[in-house]
């Protein structure tokens, strides 16, 4: 920013709760917003001080809102800082990591719909963090602070301010706040913006556990989220969002429980999906795709981002160009035996994975690979998300006439947001 004039306005006593602070109007040429600086004890010019770059959040700031975590680092920098005995909390306008609230708004929208954060922001055109911190700088020059300890969990921060001429001296951690809401803002936050936060495994709602595994081939939980009318999307090879966010995260804590994550080519060429455990911490299970003919793309985000390659089924009949091709990328490619209308052989897949040390493994679709897992009487346990609303599309499970109809044994219901979760052990009709 050249040419950047930031001035001290005027200070003012605040008392709160954690004690009595300074509260210091800053003016600039910039961008014309009212920055604060909240100032806590006496700042010795040659010591470092312990601060807090703290960017708007009105939503959470003042509203409370359990979307982020932003109100709960707010407070927490206040009490940090007053157990310190001195420190500093520059606030900036800076709604929506500088996107603005109205579409901060729309981003929110967005994330309703099934983007993360980032992919919110960056549809609207926006970067994925907008936010600048020169005038942060300036006000803690300002105040005569030469080095810093930064109550931060973003390495960005850090770069951008020592590159501003403030040494950041110690990185203070900032424990999550987690909630089911803000479950998958916080991963995105570790998985795509680089932040040092720590989940600690936690899961905000109770997880069904997979089954042991039966002798001869892993067990198999089947998984996915429905309309109430049964329908998984509205046509064929067209994605669409039905969890809400906290069954999202159940779904993501319930991949942490086994082994691998298998689904049918049609849903990698819909979806894209990547498969890995983004809203909680803890280990990515290994992908599986079953591909009869190799129809998976070079491109696909199993090969690209995912940090363990996929292994894909196919069968004897499949292109050995693109088998190379694949392997070249990395894939881990098996042929199998083919049943009769050319599709892989789902019991000779199994035995093939239990062969190599896959005990528990998670089955989330798409249709035509839920129904087939179900007419091969090869599910263990079921867990199906509800979503309220009519899609009148493609439905979940295709016609099991002449393979016997599965029954829930011990079944569990839970409500998370506006979703029911059914859960059960699956009995099947000749069972005791």
Same mark, same amino acid.
Not at 153 to 161: A, M, V
Not at 179 to 193: D, F, G, I
Not at 281 to 298: C, E, F, N
């Given at each position: 920013?050249?040419?950047?004039?930031?001035?001290?306005?005027?200070? *003012? !006593? $605040?008392?709160?709760?954690? =004690?009595?602070?300074?509260?210091?109007?800053?003016? &600039? #040429?910039?961008?014309?917003? /009212?920055?604060?600086?909240?100032?806590?004890?006496?700042?010795?010019?040659?010591?470092?001080?312990?601060?807090?770059?703290?960017?708007?959040?009105?939503?959470?700031?003042?509203?409370?809102?359990?979307?982020?975590?932003?109100?709960?680092?707010?407070?927490?920098?206040?009490?940090?800082?007053?157990?310190?005995?001195?420190?500093?909390?520059?606030?900036?306008?800076?709604?929506?990591?500088?996107?603005?609230?109205?579409?901060?708004?729309?981003?929110?929208?967005?994330?309703?719909?099934?983007?993360?954060?980032?992919?919110?922001?960056?549809?609207?055109?926006?970067?994925?963090?907008?936010?600048?911190?020169?005038?942060? *700088? !300036? $006000?803690?020059?300002?105040? =005569?602070?030469?080095?810093?300890?930064?109550?931060? &969990? #973003?390495?960005?921060?850090? /770069?951008?301010?020592?590159?501003?001429?403030?040494?950041?001296?110690?990185?203070?951690?900032?424990?999550?706040?987690?909630?089911?809401?803000?479950?998958?803002?916080?991963?995105?936050?570790?998985?795509?913006?680089?932040?040092?936060?720590?989940?600690?495994?936690?899961?905000?709602?109770?997880?069904?556990?997979?089954?042991?595994?039966?002798?001869?081939?892993?067990?198999?939980?089947?998984?996915?989220?429905?309309?109430?009318?049964?329908?998984?999307?509205?046509?064929?090879?067209?994605?669409?969002?039905?969890?809400?966010?906290?069954?999202?995260?159940?779904?993501?804590?319930?991949?942490?429980?086994?082994?691998?994550?298998?689904?049918?080519?049609?849903?990698?060429?819909?979806?894209?999906?990547?498969?890995?455990?983004?809203?909680?911490?803890?280990?990515?299970?290994?992908?599986?795709?079953?591909?009869?003919?190799?129809?998976?793309?070079?491109?696909?985000?199993?090969?690209?981002?995912?940090?363990?390659?996929?292994?894909?089924?196919?069968?004897?009949?499949?292109?050995?160009?693109?088998?190379?091709?694949?392997?070249?990328?990395?894939?881990?490619?098996?042929?199998?035996?083919?049943?009769?209308?050319?599709?892989?052989?789902?019991?000779?897949?199994?035995?093939?994975?239990?062969?190599?040390?896959?005990?528990?493994?998670?089955?989330?679709?798409?249709?035509?690979?839920?129904?087939?897992?179900?007419?091969?009487?090869?599910?263990?346990?079921?867990?199906?998300?509800?979503?309220?609303?009519?899609?009148?599309?493609?439905?979940?499970?295709?016609?099991?006439?002449?393979?016997?109809?599965?029954?829930?044994?011990?079944?569990?219901?839970?409500?998370?947001?506006?979703?029911?979760?059914?859960?059960?052990?699956?009995?099947?009709?000749?069972?005791?």
């Amino acid at each position: 920013m050249k040419n950047l004039v930031v001035e001290r306005r005027a200070c *003012a !006593r $605040i008392p709160t709760e954690v =004690g009595e602070f300074q509260l210091c109007y800053y003016q &600039n #040429n910039h961008d014309q917003k /009212e920055h604060l600086a909240l100032v806590f004890g006496k700042i010795e010019p040659q010591q470092s001080v312990l601060v807090r770059i703290h960017s708007e959040c009105f939503t959470g700031d003042v509203l409370g809102s359990l979307r982020c975590d932003c109100g709960p680092q707010l407070n927490q920098a206040m009490r940090q800082i007053a157990q310190a005995g001195a420190g500093i909390i520059v606030y900036l306008r800076q709604e929506g990591r500088g996107i603005g609230l109205l579409d901060k708004l729309r981003a929110y929208n967005l994330q309703d719909e099934g983007y993360d954060t980032v992919e919110a922001n960056l549809m609207l055109g926006h970067q994925a963090d907008a936010r600048d911190y020169t005038i942060a *700088a !300036r $006000i803690l020059q300002d105040l =005569g602070v030469s080095a810093v300890r930064l109550l931060t &969990n #973003n390495p960005s921060k850090i /770069e951008s301010l020592e590159a501003l001429g403030i040494p950041v001296l110690k990185r203070v951690p900032m424990p999550a706040a987690l909630n089911v809401e803000n479950a998958a803002y916080l991963a995105t936050k570790v998985e795509r913006m680089r932040h040092l936060l720590n989940l600690n495994g936690r899961s905000p709602v109770p997880v069904p556990q997979p089954k042991p595994a039966p002798n001869g081939r892993p067990s198999v939980t089947l998984s996915y989220a429905q309309s109430l009318d049964g329908s998984i999307t509205r046509q064929r090879g067209q994605p669409m969002a039905l969890s809400g966010q906290e069954s999202l995260t159940l779904t993501h804590q319930l991949r942490t429980g086994h082994d691998a994550i298998l689904v049918g080519i049609g849903t990698v060429l819909a979806d894209d999906p990547r498969l890995t455990v983004r809203l909680v911490a803890g280990p990515d299970p290994q992908p599986i795709i079953v591909d009869s003919q190799l129809r998976l793309p070079l491109t696909a985000r199993l090969l690209t981002e995912h940090p363990r390659k996929p292994i894909v089924a196919t069968t004897e009949t499949a292109d050995p160009q693109k088998e190379a091709a694949l392997q070249d990328a990395g894939a881990i490619v098996v042929r199998l035996p083919a049943t009769a209308n050319g599709q892989v052989s789902l019991p000779a897949l199994l035995a093939c994975l239990h062969k190599h040390g896959i005990h528990r493994l998670m089955v989330e679709g798409g249709a035509g690979i839920i129904t087939s897992f179900l007419a091969g009487r090869l599910v263990d346990r079921l867990v199906i998300t509800v979503a309220p609303l009519l899609v009148g599309g493609l439905n979940a499970v295709g016609n099991l006439n002449g393979h016997g109809l599965p029954q829930l044994k011990n079944p569990h219901t839970q409500w998370l947001g506006k979703d029911m979760v059914l859960s059960g052990d699956v009995r099947w009709p000749d069972e005791n």
